[in-house]
Structure formats: structure tokens, C-alpha cells
């Protein structure tokens, strides 16, 4: 019985230390492409943070809104969010690699999902820094115009374009994602609908009596004192 | 056309002449009237005679009627006919005399100048833009006193000619806003000799608000453009000097006119206000900091003084140079600033006789090159 016992402890230890020999150079390969990934990593980090300094690109992001949107957030300037988010995808896909090294299979499929989601994120991203630059290019355009045609409140007729640009980058980025797809689309129709229904019995019903007593002033009275007062630039 | 041709006849009897009418496609008979005019018609109540050939032709130019592209058209013709002098007058212009042609082309054709400017008798509040920022900041850049260097009634040599079209206009198919400066600043940065003639009176232009910006693209967006081709040019020449001149070098009127001054102090105070973004992104934060203390002062007390104003443009110009946002909206970030400008101009002259206008000018202008290096300074800390 004794015997049995110990042989079946033996066979037990002999398969653990068969494992373990089996694994560990898996283990070792598995730290050693950790350790090379972080060394690539950083190195792509220091590079791409060159490269965006030269190409100026926090002024770009300053000009677009995208710094104060960071601030905001209290995130680091555009080109350190960028350098790290590289240097983090970048690490975390080496060390996905070196665990499906480990020949695990219940991970193996979900880290060639991470792969196959990289593109994905990209993209997201890149539609939320063109949402961004088009917001701020959209609602500088138009402060600028109501300013100059002296249209009242030109700041929240910027801020509603900038919103309302934003929002739809957000969206689209949700879309790309492939995040709550249906919640996103679902909610951003129910806030678009109802900001756009507000707008209209605010104007129509509640604001009748402003608006017809701004238009009358906007469009008869004061064109024709704009027109009788304004001096000839040229 | 009379007029034209009265002027040609009177003062070009030996030369042969080629009118030229740039259409846009009108329809208001303006190419039959041009197409169909006789020389008889002249002859017959100014008893002259034309010794050569006078052509009239009416084209139709491809693109948007646009005042570039009836320009263009000119240019070309000018070049293809190899024009020795060739002179463009504006459909604004209503009270052209025949007198004109002599006093636009005479210096060009028998004293060998290449490019001849005019100046107008203006109401002293009238062509503020010009006289605030265009003729100072041109004269202190190029050293040379252009009265109005935005022209629109001006002719040129073909030595000019062939010069602007080699360089601005082969090979570029777009339309460039502006070319009336653009032309006068080709004659300036290329060194060409350079005259004025007074033309007379010129017409009040019926303006609204509206036209401030198209007319800051047309001369200050023509204006900050050039500056980068031409700095070499600009960033050596030192102070200004007076162009030979046929008349008056400024004439003034000052009947009353209405002019709403409370609301171009409105319209300054709230711009500066709204485009604190904008503006933040513009001038420098000292510059800023004094245009938004400007606004404290309240309506009685606000002045912006020649040299916050200088800072100001020279600061916009070195912004349009580095591109710190879109150039157009630089150019209409200024809207409301240069109102504010010509506010403090109306208060300051209201009462000024043509003089007082005319010293107040010359201050803005000493200002303006008093401060050059300034721009210089401004523009290669933001390079």
C-alpha cells in the first residue's frame, strides 16, 4: 500500500518536474520578449516624441482645442498622450505575445482578438483627433463670422457647433470601436432629437415674440442704419 | 467710353490705342457699347482727328466675374499686343475725364516711368483702411509714399507688364485676390520708378458692414501675402522716401456725414471679448493684455493709440506668416480691432481740418516705421 502511495507521489513530482522543465524555458522566452518588447516600446516612444516635436505637433493640437480638451482631463500634452498610448500598445502586444507563448489555450484566442482590435483603436482615435481639428476649425469659423456680422451671442453659437461636431466624433468612434453600438446610436439620436426639438419650440413657441422683434430689428431696422452709417474701408 | 476715347484722341493722337473691355458677361449692353463706339462719334463734337488706328474690343473671360480675373485678361492682352503703355480703369469709376489718359499714361509713355498710381480727392473718413493700415504699413515696408497702393484706376509700362505676368501670373491658374495691391507691391519689391497723378474726385462707394472683411482679403490678406516673397526686399530698406507726383499728394473734404460711432465701439468692445481665443492665439499676451485694458476705458475715454495699433497689425502679420491658425481667419480676426481703430480716428478728427487729418496720418505712418523692426523681431521669434 506504501509503495503504491510513494509511487504515485513519485510519478506525481516526476510530472511536476517534467512540467515545470517543459515550461520554464516558455516562461523565460515569455519574460525575455516582455523585457525586448519594453526595450522596443520605449525606443518607439523616444522616437515618435522626437518626431511630433519637430512636426510641431502640440501647437497643431493648441490651434485645434485638443490641449485644453486635455488639460481638461488632466492629461499631459498631446505628443507625451500619443508617445505613451504607442509605447503602451506597443508593450502590451509584446507581452500578449510572449503569453500566447506560454501555450495557454484559453488565452490564446483572446489575445489574436486584441491584434485583430488593434486597427480598430487606431482608427477610433484618428476620427476622434479629425472630429476634434474640424470642431475647432467649424466654431472658430463661425465666432468669427457672427462676431464681424455682429450676431448676438457668438460664443454659444460656437460652442453649439463645436458640441454638436464633437459629439458626432464620439460617436463615430463608439461605431469604430464596435462599443454599445446600439446604446451609442440609440442615445445620440434621443440627445440630437431632443436638443433639435428644444431649439425648435424655444424658437417657435416660447421665443415668438423675440424672434419676430429680433428679425424685425436684424433685417429692417438696422440695415438700414448700417447701410446709411457704415464708412467705405477702401 | 467717351471719355476714353476723348483722352486718347486729345493727348495720343499719333499712337495707336486698343480699348479693351474685360467682360464678366454683362447684360447691360456694356460689350455692344464698347463693340459698336465710333471714333466719328468723338470727332464730331471735339472737331479731332486720329492720325492711327483705334481698336475697340469687347472679350468675355473664362472663370468668375470677378475683378482678378477681368485683370488678368488685361494683363495678357497688354503683353500679347506689347503694349509700351498700357492703363486699367475701374467700372467704379463714374467720373473719369479724358484728362485721365494723360495723366495715367503721359508719365509712362514720354518720361519712361513704369507705374502710375493715382490719388483721389476723398472725404477725410473716407478709405480709412487704406489710410490706417494699407499706405503706412506699405510705405514703412517698401520705402516708398504710395498714397493709395490699393489702385484701381493705375497704369503701367510694358517693361511692368511682361515683369508681373512672368512672375505672378504663368504656370498659376488660380485666382489670387487682391491684385490691384499685388500689382502695386510687384512695382515696389522689383524696383520699378514709380509716379502718382491726381485724378480728381473719387466716388463714394456704397458700403455696409458686410464689406469690411472681403475688403481686409483684398488689401491686408494681398498685403501680409507678399511680405514673405519679398523679405529680403522689405526687411532692408530704411526710411521712406516721396515718389514723383502730377498734383496734390492728398486732398480732403469734410462735409458732415452720419457716421454711427457708438456702434463700431459696440462692435469693437464685444469682438475683442468673443475672440479672446482667437486673439490669444494672435498677439502677444502684452499686446492683448492692452487691447483688453482698451476696453475698460468705456466709450468717452477709449483710444487705441498708434503704437498699440502698429503692435498689433505687425503682430498679425507675423502670425500670418507662421500660418498659427487659417490665414483667412487671422485676416478676419482683425475686423474688429481695426474698428476700434477707426473709432479712436473719428474722435480724434472729428473736428480736424484736412491738415489735422493729413498730420495725424504722417503720425500713424512715422509709427509705423518707427517700429519695423519690431515686425522683424516678431517675425523670427515665431519662425
New interface residues.
Given amino acids: 500500500m506504501w509503495e503504491m502511495i510513494i509511487d504515485e507521489l513519485t510519478y506525481a513530482l516526476q510530472e511536476l518536474v517534467r512540467s515545470f522543465v517543459h515550461f520554464f524555458p516558455r516562461l523565460l522566452a515569455m519574460l525575455i520578449v516582455a523585457l525586448l518588447g519594453w526595450v522596443i516600446a520605449y525606443a518607439l516612444k523616444v522616437i515618435l516624441r522626437g518626431i511630433l516635436r519637430v512636426a510641431r505637433i502640440d501647437r497643431l493640437s493648441e490651434n485645434a482645442g485638443a490641449t485644453q480638451l486635455l488639460s481638461k482631463a488632466a492629461l499631459p500634452p498631446l505628443t507625451e498622450v500619443l508617445s505613451r498610448f504607442v509605447f503602451w500598445v506597443v508593450w502590451v502586444g509584446f507581452l500578449l505575445l510572449g503569453v500566447n507563448m506560454l501555450g495557454i489555450v484559453a488565452l490564446q484566442e483572446h489575445i489574436s482578438r486584441f491584434f485583430l482590435y488593434l486597427p480598430r483603436l487606431f482608427a477610433a482615435l484618428f476620427i476622434v483627433f479629425l472630429g476634434s481639428l474640424a470642431a475647432s476649425f467649424f466654431s472658430r469659423a463661425a465666432l468669427l463670422a457672427a462676431v464681424n456680422a455682429n450676431f448676438p451671442s457668438p460664443r454659444l453659437l460656437a460652442n453649439s457647433i463645436r458640441t454638436v461636431i464633437l459629439i458626432f466624433a464620439v460617436s463615430m468612434m463608439f461605431e469604430e470601436l464596435g462599443l454599445a453600438e446600439k446604446t451609442i446610436i440609440v442615445a445620440f439620436a434621443i440627445v440630437f432629437g431632443a436638443a433639435m426639438l428644444g431649439i425648435a419650440i424655444a424658437f417657435g413657441l416660447g421665443g415668438r415674440a423675440l424672434a419676430k422683434q429680433y428679425l424685425e430689428k436684424k433685417f429692417i431696422r438696422e440695415k438700414q442704419v448700417e447701410n446709411q452709417d457704415e464708412l467705405s474701408p477702401l | 467710353m467717351q471719355a476714353v476715347r476723348d483722352g486718347l484722341l486729345r493727348h495720343f493722337p499719333r499712337d495707336r490705342a486698343v480699348i479693351i473691355n474685360a467682360d464678366g458677361g454683362s447684360r447691360d449692353g456694356t460689350p455692344e457699347l464698347v463693340t459698336s463706339a465710333s471714333i466719328s462719334d468723338v470727332q464730331s463734337f471735339s472737331n479731332m482727328y486720329a492720325l492711327r488706328t483705334l481698336h475697340c474690343i469687347s472679350t468675355v473671360y473664362s472663370g468668375d466675374p470677378t475683378y482678378e480675373n477681368a485683370l488678368r485678361t488685361i494683363l495678357a492682352a497688354a503683353e500679347l499686343l506689347r503694349a509700351k503703355a498700357c492703363t486699367v480703369i475701374s467700372p467704379d469709376s463714374i467720373n473719369i475725364e479724358p484728362a485721365w489718359m494723360e495723366r495715367l499714361l503721359g508719365p509712362i509713355y514720354r518720361e519712361k516711368f513704369d507705374f502710375v498710381t493715382p490719388v483721389y480727392r476723398r472725404h477725410k ?6 489710410r490706417n493700415l494699407v499706405y503706412p504699413m506699405t510705405r514703412a515696408l517698401y520705402g516708398k509714399r504710395i498714397r493709395e497702393p ?1 489702385a484701381v484706376d493705375f497704369a503701367f509700362s510694358g517693361g511692368f507688364c511682361s515683369h508681373f505676368v512672368e512672375q505672378h501670373l504663368r504656370d498659376d491658374e488660380t485666382v489670387w485676390p487682391g491684385t490691384e495691391l499685388g500689382l502695386t507691391i510687384a512695382a515696389l519689391a522689383g524696383g520699378f520708378r514709380l509716379y502718382q497723378s491726381f485724378l480728381g474726385t473719387r466716388p ?10 472681403p ?2 482679403r ?2 491686408v490678406g494681398a498685403l501680409f501675402l507678399t511680405l514673405e516673397s519679398n523679405f529680403q526686399r522689405w526687411s532692408e530698406n530704411g526710411d521712406s522716401q516721396a515718389i514723383p507726383s502730377l498734383g496734390p499728394e492728398f486732398e480732403l473734404s469734410g462735409e458732415p456725414i ?3 460711432r457708438k ?1 463700431l465701439y459696440q ?1 469693437f468692445s ?2 475683442v471679448a ?2 479672446e481665443p ?1 486673439l490669444k ?1 494672435i498677439l502677444s499676451p502684452a499686446t492683448l493684455l492692452e487691447v483688453q485694458g482698451t476696453t475698460k476705458l468705456g466709450e468717452e475715454e477709449f483710444r487705441y493709440t498708434d503704437e498699440l495699433w502698429v503692435r498689433t497689425v505687425y503682430e498679425f502679420a507675423a502670425s500670418f506668416h507662421k500660418s ?3 490665414r483667412d ?1 487671422i485676416i ?2 482683425l ?2 480691432l ?1 474698428r476700434g481703430k ?1 473709432y479712436t480716428f473719428l474722435i480724434e478728427n472729428r473736428d480736424a481740418s484736412s491738415q489735422e487729418v493729413e498730420a495725424s496720418v504722417e503720425s500713424l505712418c512715422l509709427a509705423f516705421e518707427r517700429l519695423k523692426p519690431y515686425l522683424l523681431a516678431q517675425w523670427n521669434v515665431r519662425e
Fill in positions: 473718413f473716407d478709405g480709412l483702411l487704406l490699393y463714394q462707394l456704397t458700403q455696409s458692414a458686410d464689406d469690411l472683411v475688403a481686409l483684398q488689401t452720419r457716421v454711427n456702434r462692435m464685444s469682438g468673443d475672440l482667437v492665439s498659427i491658425i487659417n481667419h478676419q480676426a475686423a474688429p481695426y477707426v
